[in-house]
């Protein structure tokens, strides 16, 4: 018997990395398994071979280890040509022989189909989640969540993940706003990337009112901002012009040096860096940093205009964690593709002290 797939959401465009990605977590765990992937759909399908393949690979997979995907779940079912009058019966069937859950997210793809059917899943998840609640189908000890993926309003692909290890927001999406005062749009990928990268007690650590920080390729100032907003002092390192009212700030010293040879005197709480160069050297200049011991969190950018981008993160985190662990040094990293990324995707590297090394 064919096995029902595993669901995983990608930016639309980046299928095959995410294949590639699966396809190397299943291979290291010596799951045999395909993916299917249609170019621009926003999302992968992966089929393993039998029942307990399929139940090894559920009980591994954890979001957070996965750079490509946002959100994913173990499909149960695939109900398509629901009644319009009725979608919710057909999807109480089913759930009512999979699993209760915790928590229901009615999601629709990032592709631009996908995310015409947004109105619509915002508006039935209320009704759905009643329902389910009725039948007794939700429960807050669960430790599964439902998924029900529209692929259009009389499709739908339903399963569940373990809550720990999935997404809650809605197709593992981070929605946020510009904020005001923001010199640029990129400002958003780092605001981002420190809520989805860094656990709580790291976000605590790193900025501490008064701590310091550096910004390698600053210019004209959206991740600046983003640090000093959170309470840091900030050295700017670029050739080009910052943004003015961010300068009026004082938070900010503005450095005109290439940012591959500058060094801060001390080291500092947190570097960034979201220069446009090769991904290996800013991989090299990033485990620089570290194993110098100039900074203890490091946030950047790889940039990834080729067609393997998975085998060329791959590679540049490889890199870094070769490079630190020559050095001895215990470090944490986690990476994704965030939503506010483009073609390129955001790492954070963490060095851990020795009191702190239980506990991140
Ligand atoms: C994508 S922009 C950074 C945008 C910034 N993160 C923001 O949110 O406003 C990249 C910047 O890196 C700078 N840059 C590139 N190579 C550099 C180098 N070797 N030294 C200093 N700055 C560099 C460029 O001048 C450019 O301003």
């Not at 977590?25 to 393949?53: C, K, M, P, W």
């Amino acid at each position: 018997m064919q096995q029902t797939p595993f669901i995983f959401f990608c930016r639309p465009g980046f299928e095959s990395d995410c294949a590639a990605e699966v396809q190397a977590i299943a291979n290291a765990h010596e799951l045999a398994g395909y993916a299917n992937a249609q170019t621009d759909a926003g999302y992968v399908r992966f089929y393993l071979f039998d029942d307990a393949s399929s139940e090894a690979f559920f009980d591994l997979l954890d979001l957070s280890d996965i750079i490509f995907a946002r959100q994913w779940f173990w499909a149960k079912a695939e109900l398509e040509e629901l009644p319009l009058e009725d979608r919710i019966t057909p999807i109480l069937d089913v759930c009512a022989d999979v699993a209760m859950a915790k928590s229901l997210l009615v999601e629709h793809l990032d592709s631009d189909e996908g995310r015409e059917l947004s109105k619509f899943c915002k508006k039935f998840s209320t009704p759905l989640t009643i329902a389910l609640e009725k039948q007794g189908l939700v429960h807050d000890d669960s430790e599964f969540r439902l998924h029900t993926l529209f692929l259009a309003t009389d499709h739908c692909v339903l399963g569940y993940s373990p809550a720990e290890r999935s997404s809650e927001l809605k197709g593992g999406i981070l929605r946020l706003k510009a904020p005001k005062n923001a010199p640029s749009r990129s400002s958003l990928k780092l605001d981002e990337a420190i809520q989805v990268l860094m656990s709580n007690r790291q976000q605590r650590d790193a900025f501490r009112l008064g701590n310091t920080g550096v910004d390698l390729g600053a210019a004209p100032g959206g991740w600046t901002f983003q640090l000093v907003e959170r309470g840091l002092q900030v050295s700017a390192i670029d050739n080009g012009p910052m943004d003015k009212k961010l300068m009026a700030t004082e938070h900010v010293e503005h450095y005109q040096e290439n940012a591959f040879t500058w060094l801060p005197e001390k080291p500092v709480n947190v570097l960034v860096c979201d220069m446009v160069e090769k991904p290996s050297l800013v991989a090299n200049l990033m485990a620089e940093w570290l194993e110098g011991g100039h900074t203890q969190h490091a946030i950047f950018n790889l940039k990834l205009p080729m067609k393997k981008r998975f085998q060329e993160v791959a590679d540049c985190i490889g890199l870094v964690c070769d490079r630190l662990e020559d050095a001895e040094k215990s470090y944490f990293w986690q990476a994704k593709h965030l939503y506010h990324d483009r073609e390129e995707i955001t790492v954070y590297f963490r060095l851990k002290s020795k009191v702190a090394q239980n506990h991140s």
